[in-house]
């Protein structure tokens, strides 16, 4: 019978999680708990409500890049984003001198579009809705817009959340540093539906600390990940970490009160825009502030369910499974696709990425580890092929370090790691975990530059 990973007379770190039902019973990988399938059906009714909107506009956007690239090559290859392109290139030598980072010159034109013309956009559709009434068609024109063609905007806009709330010492220089140091959580995360703090903290204390382990609240690793309805229970899990409750909750509950208080002050901030609006015009407010938030939900917790949804059950703590590594990706944004990288390197440029993973590839520890790689994909495609449980075509995209798997062999190799449990009623191991995927009890390894 499996070992128990963890039971409430551990005392390796408070917060533990126990890893049977009531009675004591370890459950099957889609059995749930009657609070788990409170939490499916509350997460299928979200979805409900939130896919013909979210749906609609993504769609949208994916449609706007296949239009402005001919339905012809691969996402990004359109005219307009090599227009895009011609401009960061003209406008580098100048805006070089504004960031840290050569690499990063784009950024100075980003948040001009987005920091400066999004907003006044934003404040036409304010105005045109408090003069004229509300216009369903300018709304979803603003939020195609917003997102951009293949939802680049929104893609840069949360990755730039991430690198920035990962950045103690901020992405521009000089004067500048000052002025726009949170320029994405603080100001063009707001149209977004990001709330301050969440990337800056609870993304980074919390998840680098814990790295998908039992005391990350937005842990993947209690619920077999090939199945839509885990997926569905996981969503409320989500929105407790996307609306700032469950990480400021953890920062309280481990006597971080500094951290906790930085938490509520992000929240007070959003919910202060959000408010302000809402006295004005409640349904502009639900339209273009509050409707960004459903998308962040949807769009985030799938990828989080892909970026983690692969454990190796001889030691669910090992990075080199736990978290996924792409090639060849038609939307590696910043590098995003080494994402073992990003948990060995949270502080890491991002321009550093590659040569961080062939260091470790040259030291024959991603083929000693089968490492979890795939090729020619992308998050969203990866999460559908997850939940759908479509192991085939799952084993077509996997490489296989060590050369030496069959497609059969893949097959198998992928299914145990989707259902392999770290913690909770599932929790299927049969070794006593070391707590290695905790990191440093301050601050992670959230700000740790590389060397």
Same mark, same amino acid.
């Given at each position: ?5 963890? %039971?409430?007379?551990?005392?390796? &770190? ?26 499916? =059906? ?36 359109? +005219? ?34 987005? *920091? ?30 917003? +997102? ?10 949360? %990755? ?15 004067? /500048? ?10 100001? +063009? ?12 903290? /609870? ?37 407790? =970490?996307?609306?700032?409750? %469950? ?13 906790? %208080? ?9 919910? /202060? ?75 890491? &440029? ?9 260091? &470790? ?62 913690? *909770? ?27």
């Amino acid at each position: 019978m499996p070992a128990k990973a963890f %039971t409430k007379n551990d005392k390796i &770190h408070k917060g533990n999680k126990v890893n049977s039902d009531k009675k004591g019973n370890q459950l099957g990988p889609f059995e749930l708990l009657w609070h788990e399938k409170a939490q499916m =059906y509350l997460g299928i009714a979200m979805l409900a409500v939130l896919l013909p909107f979210v749906g609609t506009v993504v769609a949208s956007g994916v449609f706007w890049d296949a239009l402005d690239r001919g339905f012809m090559g691969r996402p990004n290859d359109g +005219i307009l984003m090599q227009l895009v392109g011609w401009i960061i290139k003209k406008t580098h030598d100048f805006n070089k001198g504004f960031v840290k980072h050569e690499a990063d010159s784009y950024m100075v034109n980003n948040v001009i579009m987005l *920091g400066v013309f999004l907003p006044l956009f934003f404040a036409y559709c304010f105005y045109s809705t408090v003069t004229h009434g509300f216009s369903l068609f300018l709304c979803y024109i603003y939020h195609v817009i917003r +997102i951009g063609p293949y939802f680049m905007n929104f893609a840069y806009v949360y %990755t730039l959340c991430h690198k920035e709330g990962h950045s103690r010492v901020g992405l521009f220089k000089g004067s /500048g540093n000052s002025a726009i140091n949170s320029v994405y959580n603080w100001w +063009i995360g707001l149209f977004y539906g990001v709330l301050p703090s969440s990337f800056a903290y /609870g993304h980074s204390i919390n998840h680098h600390k814990y790295n998908n382990g039992p005391d990350d609240v937005v842990s993947t690793s209690d619920k077999a990940r090939d199945s839509p309805w885990n997926f569905f229970s996981y969503l409320p899990r989500w929105v407790g =970490y996307a609306i700032n409750v %469950t990480t400021t909750l953890q920062f309280y509950s481990e006597g971080n009160t500094r951290i906790a %208080t930085k938490m509520v002050t992000g929240s007070m901030w959003w919910l /202060g825009f959000f408010g302000l609006t809402y006295s004005i015009h409640p349904l502009f407010a639900i339209s273009y502030i509050l409707y960004p938030l459903a998308e962040n939900i949807v769009l985030l917790a799938c990828i989080q369910w892909c970026w983690h949804a692969f454990l190796d059950p001889n030691d669910p703590e090992n990075e080199y499974v736990g978290s996924i590594t792409i090639f060849d990706g038609p939307i590696n944004v910043l590098n995003e696709d080494y994402h073992v990288v990003h948990h060995q390197y949270p502080g890491a &440029h991002w321009t550093k990425n590659p040569q961080l993973y062939d260091k &470790h590839f040259q030291k024959g520890e991603y083929e000693q580890h089968v490492a979890t790689v795939f090729r020619n994909t992308h998050a969203f495609e990866m999460f559908f092929l997850i939940i759908l449980a479509e192991y085939d075509q799952m084993a077509e995209k996997f490489i296989d370090l060590t050369g030496k798997l069959s497609h059969e062999q893949k097959k198998d190799l992928i299914k145990q790691r989707l259902r392999t449990c770290w913690w *909770g009623p599932r929790a299927n191991l049969n070794i006593k975990l070391q707590r290695k995927e905790v990191g440093n009890f301050d601050l992670g390894r959230s700000f740790v530059e590389s060397k």
